[in-house]
């Protein structure tokens, strides 16, 4: 890469498969990435990978993404990258191969008596249902 200011992340989008996407490390191309003001987890500690996502992603009715497991759901775009120190890079290899699989999958989030449950889909499946559920809210009104 002749800009070293680039770092490869996997950026993932309500109702796609994860993607790889080298951007720029500065604050705002990220900021771009998730729609907003960015919140920067750390729900992995064996690895040193941060998940950024849209700071008021729930709040302000982003959709609900991908269930990160013993931490939370993430609403609207997020992506991981590697942390050295204080800052952001580049996810390795091995990072990026594992957390693709991991987001793999879009997720839809359906409502159960005990709180919300995630269930895998493909792409079109998301877009078919989610067209679904705004044609059946609208016919509520």
Known sequence: MSNENKIRI???????Y????????ELHPLQQLVGGY??????WSKDKVALVC??????DGLPLNRYIEDYDVIAGNF???GFSVEEFCSLTDKQFRYYEKLFRDP????????????MKCTPDQYKRLMQE?????RGER
């Open 10 to 16: 996997l950026y993932v989008q309500p109702g796609k």
């Open 54 to 59: 849209n700071d008021s992603g729930k709040v």
């Open 133 to 137: 559920r705004n044609t059946a809210n």
């Open 18 to 25: 994860p993607e790889e996407r080298f951007v720029s490390n």
């Open 38 to 43: 960015m919140q920067a987890v750390y729900p």
């Open 79 to 81: 992506f991981i990258c």
């Open 107 to 118: 997720e839809l989030f359906l409502p159960t008596p005990i709180g919300i449950m995630p």
